[in-house]
């Protein structure tokens, strides 16, 4: 009998597949379904907003068009939900299905970009505050401390007040506020990555400050950074709701979940679908971004998964 010879680098003969940390990531999140299901759910409605406008024109109901006739009841009421109306009519007879598919392009526009602003800045600030220390730590950390600090409704007041509300104030006050939260993330990582061998290397070999941060540095920041930016999306998209509801962000009749909202307070009783849809399409959208960002944040570091889970048997064992 001959034994099978097995090579250094081969298993059963053949070679041996190397996998990279992303590739482990994405098989561990293809096994995770509560997360996939939830990033569908986050394509569909990127994909539904997307569309709202082939969605008007092939239901031939637009924004802000009113239905006198066949979108109010004889008392002045707004239609329930039909074959017409999918959603129903808001108080003026409009389609209130075509409004909450352009209020979601408005609401996700608003959280993708002001996210990603926060995210490019918090980046940048983060890397110098921790790779410098010094007196550039100790005046860049103050910095986030008082963003972080300051009452954010009053900052928003104080910007509608001089600029008057807009797409583009909204977006600023929520960039704005959710920078801080990512630069104090990089800034801890940096301060422990930075006396990595490998920069120490770089250094070495004469690099300069810039390349060292944002070409050694920087790669091994793009985990957290994807969590916890995936995490402040729906933050930002509820942000710009509460603004747009207290009538401080989106002007109407441009439709957004915030100001819908604010318009069907004096119906709920008599028209539910007028409060309901909208609440029910924020309240899902932000929770798909928070599961899905909870199933990267889980595949890029499985050893806190399994850190929550021996805790929960640990207290069923108990």
């Known amino acids: 009998m001959t034994l099978t010879e097995i090579r250094p680098g081969a298993v059963g003969g053949g070679p041996v597949a190397g996998r990279g940390p992303w590739q482990l990531a994405w098989r561990r999140i293809r096994t995770d379904k509560v997360a996939m299901v939830s990033g569908a759910v986050v394509v569909l409605l990127c994909a539904l907003a997307l569309a709202a406008p082939l969605i008007a024109a092939w239901t031939g109901h637009g924004p802000d068009e009113q239905f006198r006739d066949t979108g109010i009841t004889a008392q002045g009421l707004p239609v329930p939900p039909n074959g017409e109306f999918w959603f129903g009519t808001d108080r003026l007879g409009r389609d209130l299905f075509v409004r909450v598919l352009y209020g979601a392009r408005v609401s996700l526009l608003v959280g993708v970009v002001a996210t990603g602003m926060a995210a490019l800045v918090g980046v940048v600030v983060g890397l110098l505050a921790g790779y410098y220390g010094g007196a550039v730590d100790t005046l860049l950390s103050r910095l986030m401390d008082v963003v972080l600090s300051f009452p954010y409704l009053i900052f928003a007041i104080a910007v509608v007040s001089i600029a008057g509300p807009s797409l583009t104030a909204t977006i600023g006050v929520i960039a704005f506020y959710s920078w801080a939260a990512i630069a104090r993330v990089v800034r801890g990582q940096t301060l422990a990555l930075k006396e990595r061998e490998y920069v120490e290397a770089a250094r070495s070999m004469g690099a300069g400050d810039l390349r060292i941060m944002f070409v050694d540095i920087l790669p091994n920041l793009l985990a957290p950074v994807i969590v916890l930016t995936t995490l402040l999306v ?47 399409t924020l309240l899902i959208t932000t929770l798909a971004f928070n599961l899905l960002g909870d199933g990267i944040r889980d595949a890029i570091d499985p050893r806190m998964e399994r850190l929550f889970s021996r805790r929960r048997r640990t207290r069923k064992g108990a």
């Open 234 to 280: 729906p933050a930002a998209i509820v942000f710009e709701s509460t603004l747009s509801y207290l009538g401080l962000g989106i002007v109407p009749p441009t439709p957004s979940w915030g100001n819908l909202l604010s318009e069907a307070q004096g119906f709920y009783r008599v028209a539910y679908w007028y409060l309901g849809f909208p609440a029910a």
